[in-house]
């Protein structure tokens, strides 16, 4: 149960009428703000230090799949984009190829013409 301010107060007055202000004074500094229920024990401490501690651990491992499941999305992506380049290439490739044979075709046409008008 906790004492509320007008219990301390009255319990300071009759303290200071027992044993002088100075030890009363003394005394009332010694109790805790709003009661020994609020007051966490070393056991307490221990008890909330281990249950972060495990926390921390959970958060920890479940950090770690996240950071892997990254990293095997940036490989799987890294893949694609490899084989989408070579596709590219290749269709590059065969584009500059018909290209250049086209050109070629139209310049003997021209050589050819040029060779008959002479």
């Known amino acids: 149960m906790a004492v ?5 107060h009255e319990l300071h007055r009759r303290l200071d009428e027992v044993l002088g202000a ?6 009332m500094r ?3 703000p709003s ?3 609020d007051v966490a024990t070393k056991q307490d401490l221990d008890h909330l230090g281990t ?4 926390e921390m651990a959970t ?6 799949r996240e950071i892997a499941d990254v990293g095997g999305e940036v490989q ?3 893949a694609e984009m490899h084989r989408e380049l070579r ?8 584009t500059y190829l018909a290209g250049n044979i086209a050109v070629m075709v139209a310049m003997l046409g021209v050589m050819l013409t040029a060779i008959r008008w002479l």
Not at 4 to 8: G, I, L, W
Not at 51 to 54: F, M, N, P, V
Not at 87 to 94: A, E, G, K, P, V
Request: glycine share 10%; hydrophobic share 30%; net charge neutral.
């Open 35 to 37: 009661g020994w229920g």
């Open 22 to 27: 100075d030890v009363a004074t003394n005394l």
């Open 87 to 94: 596709d590219l290439n290749h269709s590059l490739s065969r």
């Open 30 to 32: 010694h109790l805790p």
């Open 4 to 8: 509320d301010e007008r219990e301390r």
């Open 59 to 64: 958060l920890r491992g479940e950090l770690h």
């Open 51 to 54: 249950q972060l501690r495990l």
């Open 76 to 78: 799987g992506l890294r």
